[in-house]
């Protein structure tokens, strides 16, 4: 085998391709994305807060309402698509980014989110979203992670800190849980994120950047199931904690969180990694010019790895949050389309023209 | 020296020797010369799962089984009239299947101590009297082929390794094949490797000469073309037909084709074809799994391409609640299951038609989907087209039963004119179809009265976005629905649409020439050409027998019912342990006997002959001889 030139396309928006509304065009609201159907979500679910979020901000996009489709899996955040004014469907358990990679391929003209959860991403449909990442297909990912199972009614999750007691684990858990970052930068993601459901500015602006990004955008969004494993996320959310808890990721601001920016993260070379440090003029402290800039653009995602290690395997108390990576690289389905444009271009013809002679080519006889 | 011709009105070949010793290219050339000549002709290639077994083993064991006539005859045929063995495991693997009198060419070459008892050899069978009863030509073809290319300087190994191209020649000169087609085959093969390509050219030159020129044969023989319908023909393999078929309904319909598929044995051809042709807007996608095949698939489809995954009996079990997720969006799809050999992963290069009731009810809930099957290899591009058509008319997914004996034999096909091929209308919905003014909505449930066809539309058409999905459906709105009466009424819609389709379709052929028999065989899938050539035998005999072939299995078609009432006695035979007669002996109440074989290859027309005639003598009260038709084509008999 030898390699390919395949002509890679230029950089171009998550939304290049996709329609925009004609100039003259009332502004879209989030009323323009709100379906007729009564959403069923339990009181003081975290999605409400999310779903209230993406309305707000699909008109931001400016495209046409009939370009966007949104899939989902199974599990409650799965209803989201059914809450919309798009294109949706609402698929099966764990297969919605293989569902929106055809569509993503086979459409360069749509905007293609898919929402999941915990269960659905990362426990019955890991494998189609590792590939999706790998892959780089042009769509975004929220996944919404409350680190317990709510739609089978409280069993614990592949997210779940282990020893958790459920009703399917009476004694405790016994796996190690997944960190959904890290497993999105260990796939090979091009654009990964954390954020919060009742952080709205935050939220919104990692979606922004999500849907501005070309190729699969993994969006983690910690969200409070109230019935279940309430308070999971309160260190990241309570204003008494979250300025210890969460260690915000800025472009090209070094890390620095707690009480006036108090502690900062440096780079440990004893292990490679990154490690948490108290920032300061003090003999005992980091000066804060050593504190380590953040680059999410980064070629390496070394550094965005280590630093989503500093999440909280168990009960959550500290999370980095913010987008960890955002690279470049050629998607899946633009290098699919530019073959089909590629062989097209090498053939003349019409299609029925061409059809006879390929049933008609080989080695043919004919019977008078 | 002048040598006698006999001329023959139909021969069975096989060729055998270890999986690298490229049995199946020389089977392939002498069809495609065969095909080219003009004989009417059918394959059978049969080979390990392993890429590589141990050299010199029975499991190692690769053969190719070609049949070619000056008639047209249905079946690659039961026995082979002449084997040629390339070693003694070759030999051992294949004698069993030989008539008595068959001719047997072998290469003493490798019938030495050691591959002997690799084989199971105690003794050298040429060297006793157990090849008595055979016509043995012993050859060293591989020290021939040596001897013949040693100009071009190859290594003993790689000079040996053209003894294939020797045996096809040599061949090739006893049925007085056309040489120039494998010539300019292998011109082109060995392009780049001028040394290979002339000792290959120079090994099939020396083993026609030498059929010419050796006392060994005395007589070759010439097989007359046949009659065949006018047209332009060409030898096709049914994975072959199949993917042209999915090409002409791209083309047909105007749709962008998408493929979502893992490589499976024996269908992974049908994807390798479609990646080559992605000029005709096909898009291939190899999945991460089966799964993720067919969800892209769908994925697709719902965008408005023509979402397609091809697949063996394992990867269907893997697919079936995406299939449901399809029969519950009412979405248009293509589901191909090249049947093997199972369960489990059961026999991976063999055929076998056993998956039909796993495309009738594999999956959960009432979950019906249409299923088509062709009848031989070039009748996959047909049957494509056919799935094609109820698919995108029906928004159904449609359940495609190829096998592994249509994948992979061949036939010639009369290439259709593209003015035959139907014209395939996708219909997309572009308006709403529900209020009127500015009440206007979409319904994505309301049906077309005629099909019961929900209406498909895609994504990007203005005022017409819904969602779709998994959750039971509210009749017309298509919203969630837990409605009890609704649910009831919907699943007997879904069921109710899938049999609407049978009322577009052709009245069955009944194949009963005086309209006397008691007896009806009735069949699907490939065993088509074994059932045909049963039932001409029996007819040759003197006796009256009907034949009835289904393409549709799902639903079955609105006159079965009555031609069944017909017939005293109905026959189906399969290979599986009776899945069709199941079906119909719950439809229609007939007592339906099997004819069941699950042996990995095709059914025998001999034995079903046999079967057939049984019946016969029972529904009739004659005594059935069939002893005059069951001789060999060498031998006289034929399967007119």
Excluded at chain 1, 154 to 170: A, D, F, N, R, V
Excluded at chain 2, 341 to 361: I, N, R, V, W, Y
Aim: glycine share 10%; proline share 6%.
């Amino acid at each position: 085998m030898s390699d390919t030139d395949l002509g890679l396309p230029a950089v171009r928006s998550g939304i290049e391709l996709v329609p925009s509304l004609e100039e003259g065009t009332p502004p879209q609201t989030g009323k323009d994305f709100t379906s007729d159907q009564e959403v069923r979500w339990c009181p003081g679910c975290g999605d409400y807060a999310v779903l209230k979020a993406v309305q707000g901000f699909l008109p931001d996009l400016g495209l046409r309402r009939e370009n966007i489709v949104f899939v989902s899996g199974i599990g409650c955040s799965s209803r989201f698509p059914y809450y919309l004014e798009t294109y949706g469907m609402h698929s099966i358990h764990g297969r919605a980014p293989s569902i929106a990679t055809g569509i993503a391929t086979s459409r360069a003209d749509l905007s293609v989110w898919v929402v999941t959860g915990d269960g659905d991403a990362l426990s019955i449909g890991g494998n189609h979203l590792i590939h999706a990442l790998r892959r780089n297909v042009n769509m975004t990912i929220l996944l919404f992670n409350n680190r317990i199972y709510g739609l089978t009614k409280g069993q614990y999750s592949p997210t779940s800190e282990t020893g958790k007691i459920t009703k399917s684990t009476p004694m405790g858990s016994l796996d190690h849980p997944f960190n959904p970052v890290s497993l999105a930068l260990g796939a090979e993601a091009t654009f990964v994120a954390r954020t919060i459901d009742s952080d709205r500015k935050h939220l919104t602006g990692v979606l922004s950047a999500a849907a501005a990004h070309r190729g699969t955008s993994f969006v983690e969004i910690y969200q409070n199931c109230p019935i279940f494993n309430d308070g999971a996320f309160d260190a990241v959310k309570s204003p008494v904690t979250r300025d210890e808890a969460i260690i915000p990721l800025v472009q090209g601001e070094p890390i620095r969180f707690g009480t006036d920016g108090s502690r900062g993260l440096i780079r440990d070379s004893a292990t490679g990694g990154v490690k948490i440090v108290d920032v300061g003029d003090e003999p005992d402290q980091v000066s804060p010019d050593k504190v380590l800039v953040h680059d999410a653009h980064s070629p390496d995602a070394t550094t965005a790895f280590a630093i989503s290690r500093l999440t909280d395997a168990g009960r959550l108390h500290q999370a980095p949050i913010g987008i960890f990576r955002q690279v470049s690289r050629p998607t899946y389905d633009d290098l699919a389309r530019d073959q089909i444009a590629q062989a097209a271009a090498g053939v003349t013809g019409s299609k029925s023209e061409r059809l006879g002679a390929l049933i008609g080519g080989g080695d043919t006889w004919t019977v008078a | 020296m002048s040598k006698q011709v006999k001329r023959l009105d139909r021969v069975i070949i096989r060729f055998a020797g270890d999986s690298g010793d490229g049995m199946q290219l020389t089977g392939d050339r002498f069809t495609q010369e065969s095909a080219a000549f003009g004989n009417d002709l059918s394959t059978l290639p049969n080979f390990p799962a392993e890429i590589r077994a141990p050299q010199g083993t029975l499991p190692g064991v690769s053969s190719f089984q070609v049949h070619f006539a000056d008639h047209d005859i249905l079946t690659p045929g039961d026995a082979p009239d002449v084997l040629v063995a390339m070693n003694p495991a070759a030999l051992r693997a294949n004698l069993g299947d030989l008539p008595k009198g068959a001719t047997i060419v072998v290469d003493t070459h490798d019938f030495t101590a050691r591959n002997l008892t690799k084989a199971g050899y105690a003794d050298n069978p040429l060297e006793d009297e157990s090849l008595s009863e055979y016509a043995v030509h012993a050859l060293d073809l591989t020290g021939m082929t040596v001897e013949a290319v040693k100009e071009f300087g190859l290594s003993r190994k790689d000079a040996a390794r053209a003894k294939n191209m020797f045996a096809l020649g040599l061949l090739s000169w006893l049925y007085g094949r056309p040489t120039e087609s494998t010539i300019a085959f292998l011109q082109r093969r060995f392009a780049k490797v001028p040394d290979i390509r002339d000792a290959n050219v120079a090994a099939y030159r020396a083993g026609w000469n030498f059929g010419e020129t050796t006392e060994t044969f005395v007589v070759s023989y010439e097989v007359k073309p046949a009659p065949m319908p006018t047209g332009t023909y060409r030898n096709i393999t049914g994975n072959l037909a199949l993917s042209y078929g999915l090409i002409a309904g791209g083309v047909q319909s105007g749709l962008p084709i998408f493929l979502g598929s893992y490589p499976i044995t024996p269908a992974s051809d049908i994807l390798h074809e479609l990646s080559k042709h992605k000029s005709f807007g096909v898009t291939t996608f190899q999945a991460e799994d089966e799964i993720a095949g067919i969800g892209a698939a769908i994925g697709a489809s719902f965008s408005g391409s023509l979402g397609i995954t091809t697949t063996s009996g394992p990867g269907i079990a893997l697919k079936s609640e995406s299939i449901g997720l399809a029969v519950m969006t009412e979405l248009p799809l293509l589901v191909i299951d090249v049947q093997r050999g199972g369960p489990s992963t059961g026999l991976p290069t063999k055929t076998e038609q056993a998956d039909l009731l796993q495309a009738m009810f594999g999956r959960n809930g009432e979950s019906p989907v249409p299923i088509v099957a062709p009848r031989s290899p070039g009748d996959c591009f047909d049957a494509a087209l056919e799935a094609i058509r109820i698919a995108i008319t029906y928004r159904t997914p449609v359940m495609l039963l190829s096998d592994g004996m249509l994948a992979n034999g061949s036939e010639p096909w009369r290439v259709p004119e593209l003015a035959e091929l139907p014209e395939i209308d996708p219909a997309f919905a572009t308006e709403p179809n529900q209020g009127d003014g500015d009440d206007a909505e979409f319904w994505p449930y309301l049906r077309d009265e005629q099909t019961l066809a929900r209406p498909w539309a895609i994504p990007g058409t203005p005022g017409l976005e819904h969602r779709i999905g998994g959750l039971e459906k509210g009749d017309g709105h298509g919203n969630i629905s837990y409605d009890p009466a609704n649910h009831d009424f919907m699943v007997r819609t879904r069921a109710a649409k899938v049999e609407r389709i049978a009322e577009s379709l052709p009245p069955l052929e009944v194949d009963d020439p005086d309209g006397n028999a008691k007896v009806l065989v009735l069949g699907w899938g490939s065993t088509y050409g074994p059932i045909g050539a049963g039932v001409r035998r029996v007819r040759k005999a003197g006796y009256h027998v009907a034949q009835v072939h289904l393409r549709h299995l799902n639903p079955l078609p609105r006159d079965l019912g009555d031609i069944l009432e017909r017939y005293d006695k109905v026959l189906i035979p399969e290979m599986n342990l009776g899945q069709l007669a199941l079906l119909i002996r719950a439809r229609y109440l007939v007592d339906a006997v099997g004819y069941n074989h699950v042996r990995g290859l095709p059914l025998k027309a001999a034995e079903l002959a046999e079967a057939i005639g049984n019946l016969v003598a029972d529904a009739e009260g004659v005594e059935v001889d069939l002893s005059a038709t069951t001789a060999h084509a060498i031998t006289g008999g034929d399967e007119r």
